[in-house]
């Protein structure tokens, strides 16, 4: 006799259109369609993770710039000139010190003129 593991079967369907729920049509009701459907969401969760990291990083790039511009520097001579002083602040952080505290983002405006 052969087993045909029909619970298991059974589970594996069911977590799959379990996954598929909040689709259109047959996408979140027909096993074949929503298998497939469930498959490339989870590509576009993934890759969607990896892009949301890139755009952030943009992001903070152009605060960064934005307000070294103020203090008459350019990104990449505010970065470089950090980095000759050996400030090793990320620029999610430098960004957030643009926005929230002016008076620390010039200091370190200064330290990087300086360097």
């Known amino acids: 006799m052969r087993v045909k593991g029909g619970i298991v079967h059974a589970r594996r369907r069911r977590k799959i259109l379990k996954q598929a729920k909040g689709f259109q ?10 298998k497939q459907a469930v498959i490339k969401a989870r590509v576009h969760m993934y890759v969607s993770r990896k ?7 943009r992001l903070w790039q152009i605060r960064i710039g ?4 103020q203090h008459g520097l350019s990104y990449s001579r505010f970065m470089g000139g950090l980095r ?3 400030v090793g602040i990320n ?15 010039a200091a370190l405006c200064e330290v990087a003129k300086n360097a």
């Not at 892009?51 to 990083?57: A, D, E, F, N």
């Not at 934005?66 to 511009?69: E, H, L, P, S, Y």
């Not at 620029?91 to 983002?105: H, M, Q, S, T």
């Open 66 to 69: 934005a307000a070294a511009r």
């Open 84 to 86: 000759k002083a050996g």
């Open 91 to 105: 620029r999610k952080v430098l960004a957030d010190l643009a926005i929230r505290d002016p008076e620390a983002f």
């Open 51 to 57: 892009l949301r990291k890139r755009s952030m990083r």
């Open 25 to 34: 049509g047959k996408r979140k009701s027909c096993w074949r369609i929503a």
